[in-house]
């Protein structure tokens, strides 16, 4: 099946440095899309991205598809960017397949 | 704030109990899921549907949980028998089919 790895596992920022994470997949992607969650919260959708570049506020995604990857760079970080960032794909079907998430704590 | 709405937020169980939870997904998406999320941050798909019908299922998901998305009603989750495994979080997320996937806040089971 599908794998997902997400790099690094955990990342440790100050207040406005830029973040870079890394998302990784071993087969075709048709839809990819990054999300962010909180200790204890929901899953929030940040960007849909299954190719290209793709802006919002402070994110940026870059989703290289024939070589399987994809980036979220987030600048200017702040405290409440801190929590995990997930990964998912998919392929042709609906079902998602999330990546291993990369931890992000932001020190003020 | 979502637009995909589960309900309870907390649920508390003891082993061997029913455990049902409810999502109503996002006006206009036919297609809809539950996913599982452990405290590892690992997530599990358990089924999904479409326009009522379920496309896919794991196995686990045959046996102990029972899911339904009937027109005009909310979806359910429910699980037949709760096991301690079966603490985790439960998402539900839904989509228009062909493109981005809009997640609940979802439902923290806690089986004791």
């Known amino acids: 099946g599908q794998q997902v790895q997400q790099s690094p596992a955990s990342l440790v920022l100050q207040e406005g440095e830029n973040a870079e994470l890394q998302c990784n997949f071993s087969?075709?992607?048709?839809?990819l899309q990054w999300f962010y969650q909180r200790p204890g919260g929901s899953l929030v959708s940040l960007l849909y991205n299954p190719s290209g570049t793709k802006h919002t506020g402070r994110l940026t995604s870059t989703t290289v598809t024939k070589e399987r990857r994809s980036s979220l760079h987030i600048s200017s970080s702040q405290t409440t960017d801190s929590g995990t960032y997930f990964c998912?794909?998919?392929?042709?079907?609906?079902?998602?397949?999330f990546g291993t998430g990369t931890s992000l704590l932001v020190d003020p | 704030n979502s637009k995909v709405i589960q309900t309870p937020r907390y649920l508390v169980k003891g082993q061997g109990q029913k455990a049902k939870m409810r999502c109503i997904p996002e006006?206009?998406?036919?297609?809809v899921f539950w996913y599982q999320q452990n405290k590892n941050n690992e997530f599990k798909f358990l089924i999904n549907f479409q326009n009522q019908e379920v496309l896919q299922q794991i196995d686990m998901t045959e046996k102990r949980f029972s899911a339904e998305c009937p027109s005009n009603s909310p979806c359910s989750l429910e699980i037949q028998s709760s096991e301690a495994g079966d603490s985790a979080l439960y998402l539900c997320?839904?989509?228009?089919?062909?493109?981005?996937?809009?997640f609940g806040s979802g439902t923290r089971l806690l089986v004791i």
């Open positions: 087969s075709t992607a048709t839809r």
């Open positions: 997320a839904s989509s228009p089919g062909v493109s981005d996937y809009t």
């Open positions: 998912a794909i998919s392929n042709m079907g609906y079902k998602l397949t």
């Open positions: 006006k206009g998406h036919p297609v």
